[in-house]
Structure formats: C-alpha cells, structure tokens
C-alpha cells in the first residue's frame, strides 16, 4: 500500500533514519525541504518499508526527487523502481514535465534503468560520491 503524506511522519523519520544515517554514515538527514516535500511511504504488510520525497523547484514544472530509501530486509524486490514510478506518476498529476535528482554515484545505474541521464560533474554530499541526473517526463502535454 502506498501513502502519500505532505508531512514528514514518524515512519519516514524512521527508515530514513536507519538507512542514510545508521547504514550510510550521513548526519544532515533532515533539513527544512521536508516541510516543503510530498513524501510516499510504501508499506507491506502494514510495515513501513520504504519511502521517497519530492518537492517543486523554483523552475515552474520541474520537480526535485530525493531521499529514496528502502529498508535493508526489503531490497530485491523493485521498491525503489516502484517509489520512482509513483513519484513520477504523482508528480506529472502535480503538473511537472521534468524530475531532477543527486543521487549517489553508486545508485546511479539504478536511476539509469529507470529512464534518468546524468548531467554534469561528481560531486560530494557529506563524504559520499554524487551525481546530478535528470528525466523529461512524458505527459499528455508533451
């Protein structure tokens, strides 16, 4: 089951907690974006599983995705694709033609089969690798 909040829940707090600080070593997890973000949470099993936000960017119908996170017993199974295909879904249903991302570097095969290019150069975040990435969405706009 998918949700889709406009605030950050205890359950977003929680996965991303444990994947990007407790796994990935980072500390600047949460900013003020998140107040600003729709976030999805998929469950299964009523278990909060994984999870992703976006959020508008000042170009009017480009949409910045981020924080895609899938907890560590859940991996295999196309979450991460499935969050990116409903984040793309909803965000064509706000109005976007475009989704920008950083993603790390060694995610960025993953966003690649998801239909992203990369653009630009790497990049740190914190201590970790990052590369720029973006995707036109096809709407019935064009």
Do not use: W
């Not at 829940?9 to 444990?18: L, Q, S, Y």
């Not at 599983?49 to 199974?77: F, M, N, Q, S, W």
Request: glycine share 8%.
């Amino acid at each position: 089951m998918l949700q889709r909040k406009n605030s950050l829940t205890p359950d977003v707090i929680a996965i991303r907690r444990e994947v990007f600080m407790i796994e990935q070593g980072f500390k600047e997890e949460f900013d003020d974006l998140d107040s600003q973000s729709v976030h999805l949470i998929y469950h299964e099993d009523n278990v909060p599983v994984a999870v992703c936000r976006y959020y508008p960017a000042e170009t009017d119908g480009i949409y910045i995705l981020g924080r895609i996170a899938v907890r560590a017993a859940y991996r295999g199974k196309s979450l991460g694709k499935y969050l990116v295909e409903m984040a793309e879904s909803e965000i064509i249903k706000d109005g976007g033609h475009k989704i920008v991302l950083s993603s790390q570097l060694r995610a960025q095969t993953f966003y690649e089969k998801c239909g992203f290019s990369a653009v630009g150069d790497v990049y740190l975040d914190e201590h970790c690798p990052h590369i720029a990435m973006e995707k036109k969405l096809e709407t019935e706009r064009g």
